[in-house]
Structure formats: structure tokens, C-alpha cells
């Protein structure tokens, strides 16, 4: 069985930083791509940034220089790294993972983590 678990969330003033892990467990063949997502209360679930395992990023326009996504492929682990954070960055971030399991390695599945909550203050 695979999961995510999601770490880092808190509680920061504008213009501060926060880091979000995420790591990967189970029985996993390989994961492409990984990334954040996030979701304000009574909004949609939007794309934050998403990287490969060969390192190619993409970001939305509203965190482009501020946030910098990473992984470590061996860990099975995103980071997102978020800097000048703003009160418009509120949000549930959310983990996503495309990932094929040995069990099943020819199909992709798309598995999210539980959401860890990042609350900017004015």
C-alpha cells in the first residue's frame, strides 16, 4: 500500500518562509511526476509546482520566484521550499504523486497526501 505523508505547515507572517516535505512509502516501482497543489476555503484545488524525476519544474504564475520545488528520487521525496509568502498563499497543500507500484508497474495511479494546512498572517 502506498502513501504520502506530508510535513512542514504552519503558521508564518508575510514575507516569511516554510519549507513542505512530502515522502512517499510503499511498494513503489517509480514516480513521475511529483508535486503541490493547493486549495483555499471555498476554492478549487490548483496546480503549485511540479517536477520530474529528471528535475524539470513548472510553476504557476503567482509563485514563480518565490517557491522552488526539489526532490530527492533515492527518498522518494518532494520539498517545496516557499519564500516571501504572502496572506493571498493560504491555502490546504496538498502532495501528488503519479506513481506505478511494482505490484501493477505498467498502470499509473495519481495518489495525494492528506493536506497540511499553510496560514500566512498579514
Known amino acids: 500500500q502506498v502513501q504520502l505523508v506530508e510535513s512542514g505547515g504552519g503558521l508564518v507572517q508575510a514575507g516569511g518562509s516554510l519549507r513542505l516535505s512530502c515522502t512517499a512509502s510503499?511498494?513503489?516501482?517509480?514516480?513521475?511526476?511529483m508535486g503541490w497543489y493547493r486549495q483555499a476555503p471555498g476554492k478549487q484545488r490548483d496546480l503549485v509546482a511540479t517536477?520530474?524525476?529528471?528535475?524539470?519544474?513548472n510553476y504557476a504564475d503567482s509563485v514563480k520566484g518565490r517557491f522552488t520545488i526539489s526532490r530527492d528520487n533515492a527518498k522518494n521525496t518532494v520539498y517545496l521550499q516557499m519564500n516571501s509568502l504572502k496572506p493571498e498563499d493560504t491555502a490546504v497543500y496538498y502532495c501528488?504523486?503519479?506513481?506505478?507500484?511494482?505490484?501493477?508497474?505498467?498502470?499509473?495511479?495519481?495518489?495525494w497526501g492528506q493536506g497540511t494546512q499553510v496560514t500566512v498572517s498579514s
Open positions: 501528488k504523486a503519479a506513481l506505478r507500484d511494482r505490484l501493477s508497474p505498467l498502470v499509473r495511479y495519481d495518489y
Open positions: 510503499g511498494s513503489i516501482e517509480s514516480i513521475d511526476p
Open positions: 517536477i520530474t524525476s529528471g528535475g524539470s519544474t
